[in-house]
């Protein structure tokens, strides 16, 4: 061979070499790296961390704020009693967490995705329709009413999680009558979530089950503190009860933002990430969507659809998203290698998604893209 060629490949073999050994991992806890003070940072804080008016629960709470840059932490602050080490409520973002649980499952072979959920969870056997993918993307077509405060009275989520359905969630889900056709629409649905719950049972044995998130997931991320909720019947209340510390859910967005790898292992199969990070198909931007986002696989994403602009328009468009009651947030941000945690307790509605990934990326993207 001429020897620039092997010259070329010598310094290309080094700079991969270097590139991996540089590529940061939370083993067994994060680097840190704080960004240097700015004047964007202070503009963020001023935003996220603003006087609170605790009495009146009034502008934004957040309890927690946490940006990963290329695997290490560049910005970390916390709102008493919230701290690094608090497993704090994630709320709907445990809907994305129990996402990335059954990724494992799907990478394991243990159900497909066209699969009828009643294969796994008999009593869905009188919606024999109903497939595994139609729960993910919300779209199982049961009639659900996804109302909280504002009409507790009518509220399916209510009724699921505090009244009569509390004890058994996701026979409670099971029991409604079907509206629409599975997979031609999507309505937000925290039965549907606990659904997917309830099959994974099937998929696994019993005694797999118990532990199935932490085998799974927590223990090969290094998340040791997780807390996981179940109903009266044993099943995980994967609409919402999980409870993780700011660094811990940082650690399952860390894992998205590298296509599923954690280290030299691919935890999740890249069709998986591919699946839950891709628009539903039918979606139709009218009824509750946390945020304005776009449904993919129970994430959210900042899609820009035929006829519409993308719902956080100062935000990359490869931009994923676990969100939550009362501005939970899980940011993640490939192309810019950005992992953003928000806890928090907003009560009001003026929060604003976009404005605060605009003031993050201002902060500490290392090029803003447009």
């Known amino acids: 061979m001429p020897t620039s060629f092997l010259s070329r490949l010598s310094l290309a073999l080094v700079l991969f070499a270097s590139a991996a050994q540089a590529e940061n991992w939370p083993q067994p806890d994060w680097r840190s790296q704080p960004a240097p003070r700015s004047a964007a940072i202070d503009e963020l804080e001023t935003y996220a961390f603003a006087p609170r008016d605790d009495a009146e629960r009034k502008g934004v709470r957040t309890d927690a704020l946490l940006v990963i840059r290329d695997g290490q932490i560049v910005y970390e602050r916390y709102a008493e009693p919230t701290t690094a080490q608090t497993p704090h409520l994630t709320w709907s973002m445990a809907k994305s967490l129990f996402a990335t649980v059954l990724g494992v499952a799907y990478g394991q072979g243990r159900f497909k995705l066209d699969a009828p959920v009643a294969q796994y969870y008999p009593p869905m056997a009188e919606h024999p329709q109903i497939k595994i993918g139609h729960l993910l993307n919300w ?21 699921m999680l505090y009244t009569r359905g509390r004890d058994d969630m996701a026979a409670f889900t ?3 009558a079907a509206d629409a056709a599975p997979g031609t629409r999507f309505r937000y649905s925290s039965g549907d979530s606990n659904l997917l ?9 019993q005694q797999a089950y118990a ?29 919402s009860s999980a409870y993780l510390s700011a660094r811990d859910l940082a650690r399952v967005g ?6 599923g790898r954690w280290g030299e292992r691919q935890l999740l199969p890249t069709a998986w990430v591919d699946f839950v990070s891709t628009p539903f198909a039918d979606y139709q931007p009218q009824g509750f969507a946390p945020g304005d986002a776009v449904p993919g696989g129970q994430w959210w994403l900042n899609a820009e659809l035929p006829g519409s602009a993308r719902p956080w328009p100062d ?6 998203a676990a969100l939550g009651h009362w501005g939970q947030g899980l940011y993640v941000m490939p192309s810019e290698n950005l992992v953003v945690v928000r806890y928090a307790d907003d009560r009001d509605g003026s929060f604003q998604h976009n404005e605060l990934l605009k003031r993050v990326r201002a902060a500490f993207a290392a090029e803003v893209q447009p």
């Open 139 to 159: 779209a199982s077509g049961l009639a659900w009413q996804e109302d909280y405060e504002y009409a507790p009275l009518k509220s399916s989520v209510v009724a």
């Open 174 to 176: 099971a029991a409604h």
């Open 197 to 205: 719950a309830a099959a994974l049972r099937g998929m696994v044995d």
């Open 211 to 239: 532990d199935y998130p932490w085998t799974a997931l927590f223990e090969p991320l290094g998340i040791s503190h997780a807390v996981w909720e179940r109903d009266a019947s044993g099943t995980f209340i994967a609409s």
């Open 254 to 259: 860390l894992l998205m933002q590298r296509g």
């Open 315 to 320: 935000a990359p468009a490869d931009t994923i």
